[in-house]
Each structure stands twice: as structure tokens, then as C-alpha cells.
């Protein structure tokens, strides 16, 4: 699993072997937006979640812009 996709939003998968889960982020958007997980199914139900709170996030506060 190279990438992960919902909503045509793309995400990035990595692992850290310190912490023992995965990690990423949502790609392309101009927003700071993360995700983790123990394993690849958490990784992308997180990713999901994520995907979906940015999208409340930004049809409630369409004046915000990312720095």
C-alpha cells in the first residue's frame, strides 16, 4: 500500500518503527491534515475520518485559509 484514496482526496502511507504504527498525510490540500494507525485498516479508517472532518471543516469555514 503505496497510497491510500477516499473522495478523490490521496494520502500518504508511512510506518515508524519507533512509535509501531502508521502515519500519514492528506496530500495535495493546502491544509496541515494527519492520520495514524496500529495497522493498514485503522491507518485507512483514520484516513477516512480525516478525509471527512476536513471536508465538515471547510464547508463550515469556507473564509479560512491554510498558512
Known sequence: M???KYKNYIGTV????E???YFGIIKKIKDS???EGYTKEELEKDFQNAVEDYIAFRKEHPEK???
Open 14 to 17: 508511512n510506518y515508524s518503527k
Open 65 to 67: 485559509v491554510a498558512l
Open 2 to 4: 503505496k497510497e491510500l
Open 33 to 35: 491534515v494527519s492520520y
Open 19 to 21: 512509535d509501531a504504527c
